[in-house]
Structure formats: structure tokens, C-alpha cells
């Protein structure tokens, strides 16, 4: 019985972490559009009903992108390379900080009804706050200056800074809740990576030698793509934008 109320706490505890850090994103994400909007003269709404219809649109997109997982060879199995960031990335650039975090969080929502979640909802969380770390300050910095170099920094600057806040969150954070949800030691999550590369002994190696090369490879790449095709399609979802 005590084992049953310590596992409901658990549970209610992560849930209201999991909220407690949308939020944060929101707010992030609001108070920065609101002030680089005052800079620019811009007096348009924050959502439109045109920014809601492609928010839908492109949360789908990416919903179906999150579904089509690529192993990769450096990281235990639970760690796999997809590319639901890209329209994401798009449709921050186009529509602002605030219009990629509900991007983000339609399509965990979505991802989850469709497919449900293998890791306690921990793997969903991890999805959501490491994408708000490559789409918050790359579109932070584009929506000050909107010009192809300002586009280019703002890319370097998202995959950066995926790569570290998604590396340090795995340590402090995911990977012991992970194991805490499971009811297993930190160490059985290590010898994962261990089995993989000899190098890896604690979670500081574990996170250096699989975390940081996956999201360093994952922002590079929808950075990448989102920098050579934006200025191609922001045209198409902008039309009739009031």
C-alpha cells in the first residue's frame, strides 16, 4: 500500500513538473515576442486566426515527423533522431515564439494520442523542453532583425543552445526521473551507454558521448534545413496574414 501511494505521488509530482515547465516556456516565449514586437513598431496580435490555422497545420506536420524515429549507433535504443523540429523551427520564424512553444506542445499532445508514450511521459517532457531550446532563442534573436545573416546567428545560436540545455537536462534531471518512474538505479541506465561505448561510466560520460552528439546532430540539421528553405516558404504561410 505504501509502495502504491509513493508511486501516485510520483506521478502527480512529475505531472505538475511537466506543467509547471510548459508554462515556463510560454511565458519565456511571450514576454520576448511582446518586447522585440514594441522594438519593431509591430502592433498586429500575437495569435490570429490565420497563426492558429497553420499552428494546427504545421503541429501535424510534426507530429508525423516525431513518429518516424532514426536509431542511432552512439546512444542506447530509448535515444532516436527524428525531425519534428523543422516545421516547428519554420513556423517560429514565420509566426513568432509564442506560435512555435504551442506548436510544441500541440504536438506532444498529438504524439501521445496517437501513439501514447514508453516512457512514463518522460520522454515527451524531454521532447518538448529540448525543442523549446533550439525554437525559443533562434526565433528570439530572428524576430529582432529579420535578415538572412540575422537567420543564420539565430540558427548557431538554437543548436547551441539545444545541445547544452539538452545534455545538462539529461543529466540533472530526466535520466534520474527516468529512472526514478521505472523504479530502476541511475546505473542500470548507464551501463545502456556502457554497452555501446566503453566510455561511458557515469552519467556525465553518458550524457557527453550520447546526449550532446544527438542533439547537436538533431538542431544542425533542422537548423540547416530551416535556414536554405524558409525564405521559400514563409511566403506560402504568410499570404492573407493580417
Not at 61 to 76: C, Q
Not at 115 to 126: D, I, N, P, R
Not at 128 to 148: D, H
Not at 196 to 215: C, E, K, S, W, Y
Amino acid at each position: 500500500m505504501n509502495q502504491l501511494w509513493e508511486n501516485i505521488v510520483t506521478n502527480i509530482v512529475f505531472v505538475v513538473e511537466f506543467i509547471l515547465l510548459m508554462a515556463a516556456m510560454f511565458v519565456i516565449a511571450y514576454v520576448f515576442e511582446k518586447i522585440s514586437k514594441k522594438k519593431r513598431g509591430d502592433t498586429t496580435r500575437i495569435l490570429t486566426t490565420r497563426k492558429v490555422a497553420m499552428i494546427g497545420m504545421l503541429s501535424a506536420i510534426a507530429t508525423v515527423l516525431m513518429l518516424i524515429e532514426i536509431p542511432v549507433p552512439f546512444a542506447p535504443g530509448f535515444y532516436k533522431l527524428d525531425l519534428s523540429e523543422l516545421p516547428i523551427l519554420i513556423g517560429t520564424f514565420a509566426f513568432g515564439p509564442v506560435s512555435g512553444v504551442m506548436i510544441e506542445m500541440v504536438k506532444i499532445f498529438l504524439k501521445v494520442l496517437v501513439k501514447g508514450t514508453s516512457t512514463a511521459f518522460v520522454g515527451e517532457l524531454a521532447n518538448f523542453i529540448v525543442g523549446c531550446s533550439l525554437i525559443l532563442p533562434a526565433s528570439i534573436l530572428y524576430s529582432f532583425k529579420k535578415n538572412k545573416i540575422q537567420a543564420l546567428i539565430a540558427c548557431i545560436a538554437g543548436t547551441l543552445c539545444m545541445t547544452i540545455v539538452g545534455t545538462s537536462f539529461n543529466a540533472i534531471y530526466l535520466l534520474p526521473k527516468f529512472a526514478e518512474m521505472f523504479g530502476m538505479p541511475v546505473d542500470a541506465l548507464v551501463a545502456m551507454g556502457t554497452a555501446i561505448n566503453p566510455g561511458i561510466t557515469n552519467i556525465t560520460t553518458f550524457v557527453v558521448f550520447a546526449v550532446a552528439p544527438l542533439n547537436l546532430i538533431k538542431g544542425g540539421i533542422n537548423s540547416i534545413v530551416t535556414f536554405l528553405v524558409y525564405k521559400h516558404i514563409s511566403p506560402l504561410l504568410k499570404a492573407g496574414q493580417q
